[in-house]
């Protein structure tokens, strides 16, 4: 007899459309976080990249997106037509929620994704060859990716790799795009200098703290439940992140002398992106572990990029490619599965092979971004000019290509 369907759980439900609302908000907390960090006559510029990727991936999505990702799997690589404009969507069920509901959730993990990327080419790209390259990036890497860790029938899903929040399918690979859009598009003019400082970090840190908050929803909602797996999420998400700021403070200080306001907000962001692969897998004191790791070997990341000569501009492979690479890694070795019944051991108790599948996951996710990065930017450069001219960069984007300022008066 086969198994009967879950019931409906009104409890579930309202959680994960709690948990929508909170990622949505990480988009305008990035375009502040971002925006505080550039030259002010960049700030617009950065605020249109974060808010436009989540309308146009939103539309993306519901079109095309969701079905390659979570659609009937092709052999484990990508996702079929099933879902083309959300056909069948409506009106059914995915485990204890509507269907619509786990949707609408994923669309906005694949909204912010592009936009995380922004951050490495800020203050010198065209908005035109932006749209083209988020599209076509979402498309053809964050589509088939997501569906390898996460849909029914992905190949790493299947091989046992853990991902509970966006640790690869998101983070690592923006990180490792974000490097390779940095080394493509070449340094902004004048860099490195001394004009290149953050022009509000009041901004930034008001960003950092709407991040902290949404990623309650973009940790602990995907539990996909309201129980003691979305407890222990939230928990850990809370704790890495702080356990982040620490680590990055104390690395700042030692190396630097004094601890910055900008390495506040950036080691809580650290710890956030690293703690997310394992959120719902390790123990609160293991959380705290992975983030004091992250907030120090993140810093140590941003500081030598001035050592490889390359211009990504707002930390992106720092923060978000070496601390989401260092969080699957290290989910493998600190996942309890008597902490979740969804998860596996890690090398910690007694399961090595688990830390290995880990290490498989991120090499092929991580491989692929770049390949497929640098070769969707060859294709968007031979549609359109990807740089803006030296005299638009000079006059700051705001007012070059949207022909508004930022600061008035």
Request: hydrophobic share 55%.
């Amino acid at each position: 007899m086969p198994e009967a369907a879950p019931k409906l759980d009104s409890g579930d439900t309202a959680w994960l459309l709690i948990s929508i609302a909170l990622v949505c908000l990480m988009t305008p907390g990035l375009a502040l976080f971002y925006g505080g960090m550039v030259r002010k006559k960049n700030v617009l510029s950065v605020f249109v990249h974060s808010l436009f990727s989540l309308a146009l991936i939103s539309v993306q999505w519901v079109m095309i997106g969701y079905s390659l990702s979570f659609g009937t799997s092709k052999g484990g690589l990508i996702g079929g037509f099933d879902f083309v404009m959300l056909k069948g969507v409506a009106g059914s069920q995915k485990g204890t929620v509507p269907h619509l509901t786990f949707m609408a959730f994923q669309m906005m993990f694949a909204g912010i994704t592009p936009a995380l990327i922004s951050g490495a080419f800020a203050e010198r790209m065209r908005f035109g060859a932006y749209t083209l390259f988020i599209l076509l990036w979402s498309t053809l890497v964050y589509d088939p990716v997501a569906h390898w860790v996460w849909a029914e029938g992905g190949w790493l899903l299947k091989m046992g790799a853990l991902d509970y929040a966006g640790g690869t399918v998101v983070h690592l690979t923006a990180g490792l795009s974000a490097l390779v859009c940095a080394y493509m598009i070449g340094r902004r003019l004048g860099w490195p200098g001394p004009n290149f400082i953050p022009h509000n970090l009041t901004m930034t840190l008001t960003g950092a703290g709407l991040l902290w908050f949404g990623w309650f929803g973009f940790n602990a909602g995907s539990a996909l439940v309201a129980g003691h797996p979305t407890a222990l999420a939230l928990v850990t998400t809370h704790v890495g992140a702080s356990a982040g700021a620490l680590g990055w403070l104390l690395a700042e200080a030692k190396h630097r002398g004094k601890p910055s306001a900008l390495g506040a907000a950036s080691g809580i962001v650290a710890g956030l992106v690293a703690i997310t692969p394992g959120a719902g897998f390790v123990a609160p004191w293991a959380a705290i572990v992975i983030g004091l790791l992250a907030g120090v070997i993140c810093y140590v990341a941003v500081v030598v990029k001035n050592r490889f000569q390359y211009d990504d501009a707002l930390d992106v492979f720092g923060v978000h490619g070496v601390g989401g690479l260092l969080g699957a890694l290290l989910t493998g070795v600190f996942a309890q599965k008597a902490l979740n019944d969804a998860g596996n051991n890690g090398a910690l108790f007694g399961n090595l092979k688990q830390l290995g599948v880990q290490a498989i996951g991120v090499v092929a996710a991580g491989a692929y971004a770049v390949v497929m990065t640098f070769l969707i930017w060859k294709v968007v450069g031979l549609v359109t000019t990807i740089r803006v001219s030296e005299p638009d960069e000079r006059e700051g984007l705001d007012t070059a290509l949207h022909g508004e300022e930022g600061y008035v008066g």
